[in-house]
């Protein structure tokens, strides 16, 4: 069936370092594919999506890129801030309903 | 901007108790959902709705059930409450079978305590 497979965490970070947080998919079709971002004590929101092979997803200083040849969605930010600490979930949309990843929680210290 | 809204913040409810958990979106939205998430297990999907009235189970319908008698508005009910129930719960809504331009808006999450 579908799936997303994430990154496990937690991942720790100083500031202005380099993010990479890897995620990779199992889908029939052609899905869509999502990075939503929690910060705590609140739901998900939307930080970037790409709905076709080759698409770049990009906000806030993050990006991703859908890859079909690797089925793989990997989040980036070259140079990550404390305000950034929050849990990240990749996902993907099949026409029918949503998969989510299990999360990868990153803390970025001064 | 869409807007979901979850009725609670934070419940604490007993074993046994009957718990009514409401969401309400604002963007004439198809789909409604229901996901509770724990640590180490992402979200899970408990129900899902494409229309009124209308409902699918997800991965992990045991213990719950849903109501949608109004498109804006869709319900988890908790029959009998659980300690194994304790969760944060999500609800999410997105337009109908759209492929490009769709994602999934959240609510801000419940925090439900059995104890």
């Known amino acids: 069936g579908d799936s997303v497979t994430q990154m496990e965490g937690p991942v720790t970070l100083s500031e202005e370092a380099f993010l990479t947080i890897n995620c990779t998919y199992t889908a029939t079709g052609y899905p869509s594919l999502f990075w939503y971002v929690q910060y705590p004590g609140e739901g998900l929101q939307l930080l970037l999506k790409?709905?076709?092979?080759?698409d770049k997803g990009s906000n806030k200083g993050f990006e991703a890129t859908y890859r079909k040849e690797t089925t793989s969605f990997h989040l980036e930010k070259g140079s990550v801030q404390v305000s950034d600490s929050a849990v990240y979930f990749c996902?993907?949309?099949?026409?029918?309903?949503?998969?989510f990843g299990t999360g990868t929680s990153l803390t970025v210290i001064p | 901007d869409v807007k979901v809204t979850q009725s609670s913040r934070y419940l604490v409810k007993r074993t046994g108790e009957k718990v009514f958990l409401e969401c309400v979106q604002d963007m004439d939205h198809e789909n409604m959902f229901w996901y509770r998430q724990d640590p180490g297990l992402g979200l899970r999907l408990i129900y899902f709705s494409y229309d009124v009235k209308m409902k699918e189970k997800g991965d992990i319908p045991e213990g719950y059930s849903v109501s949608r008698e109004k498109k804006e508005r869709f319900s988890l009910i908790l029959e009998s409450a659980s300690t194994n129930q304790t969760s944060m719960y999500l609800c999410a809504s997105s337009p109908g079978q759209v492929r490009i331009n769709t994602e999934a808006f959240f609510g801000q999450g419940t925090r439900l305590t059995v104890v």
């Open positions: 996902a993907l949309y099949t026409g029918n309903q949503f998969y």
């Open positions: 790409a709905t076709k092979a080759d």
